[in-house]
């Protein structure tokens, strides 16, 4: 009698447990790189041609006060691996060929670890740039614990590496003449999915596309530029983005290159969606759209919101987030919460019914209350630093906070505070801190103790500053 009590237990345990992971969704993170927050056609844009994306929206949840943790690409991408602000890892600018920074796996215990030690099985497609000494790596990554590292870059990738074959990702050693790898990274999403379809997964699905330099294939930019002509003007496309102009930039939106490269991640994003349906695990599926910051400020369309990529308003920082999860999240919702990247961590633990290690600290919340339809109370202030330290652009050194409506900047090398109602003023026209000199000074109190809480690096523009006094 006791033996088969006991083995009646012992299935109904190992059915609890099949049922648990089974309930519990696979999780694909796709991110954009330096997408700006109104080059969607559901955030907007009449330009662009983004019908998957809009899709994917219309299918779940839309938000309309995301933000990155960084302006800028390292630091963004280390608060959504760690789910802590990027000052407290020491990582605040863009890592280039010469940063003596890295994602340290001592000391940063990465989502897609934490996800693993949950059963779920993890990979990355595209861009890392947590760790640019190649030769001699201390944080790809493989040493973060990813299960399969798929096109990561092997050189530093800043200035593009379009179509086939690749300079600076040797990991994709075969393909086709003309292949773009935009399109490349999406074939292997498509597989990575089909190969994995029986277990759990994580797929971290990261973009090099839309950073400098823009390129495309050349008959869709040929689309675009009829496009350009038609809204425009004939011949403007060919005088702005012709020959003559190598790196397809120009002061002006709309620009056909930046079209054509949002098309293919479109595209892709389709083309996930469809693998997904295939495998019969769309529905079972959390998928996520986000950027890593806002467009570049002279090229991409971040709309009302002012400046952009490298810079602490709003265009730097608000994001496009886009979550479907059909089982879950009803369509055609739109979220107007404010959310932070650190989020995602605790969301996604929460989702592998796992909680997270004793010794990590994690500043993000769960948003899984808002994609269950839920309202949640005010959230806590939101804070930023970016001393500049690579790029050196000194009068974009600055940290913020926003609490409520209210979003204070601190610039260092002005050593001026400026204040903003975002409820009010989105595009932050109107300076309020000589208004509100109460509230600037409780915010830039709440700033100060922020930084030191997370011992921030000062920029040194202002340390030397202070020595010749």
Sequence with gaps: MKKTRWLVLMVVSLWTAVADAQQRPNIIFIMADDLGSAELGCYGNTFNETPNLDKLAGEGARFTQAYSAAPICSPSRAGIMTGQYPARVRITDFLDNNADRYLDPAKSYTVNRALAAAGYHTGIIGKWHLDTKFNDPKGNPQQHGFNEVIGSETKYIA????????????????????????????????EFILRNKAKPFFLYLTFYSVHTKLDAPEALVKKYKMKFDAKYGAGKAEALFGPQNERHEADHLDNPYLAAMIERIDAGVGTVMETLKKAGIDKNTLVIFFSDNGGVWHLGNNGTLRAGKSWLYEGGIRENLIARWPETIRPQTTVNTRVMATDFYPTFLELAKTKKRKDNLLDGKSLVPLLKGKAIAEREPFFWHYPSETGRWVNRMCSAVRDGDYKLLYFYKANRTELYNLKKDPSEQTDLAAQMPGKAADLKKKLDQWLKEVDAEVPDTVVKKKAKK
């Design 159 to 190: 200035d593009g590496d379009y179509f086939y074959p690749y300079d600076k990702i040797s990991t994709f050693d075969t393909g086709s003449a003309g292949e773009y790898l935009t399109d490349r990274q999406c074939s292997e999403a498509s």
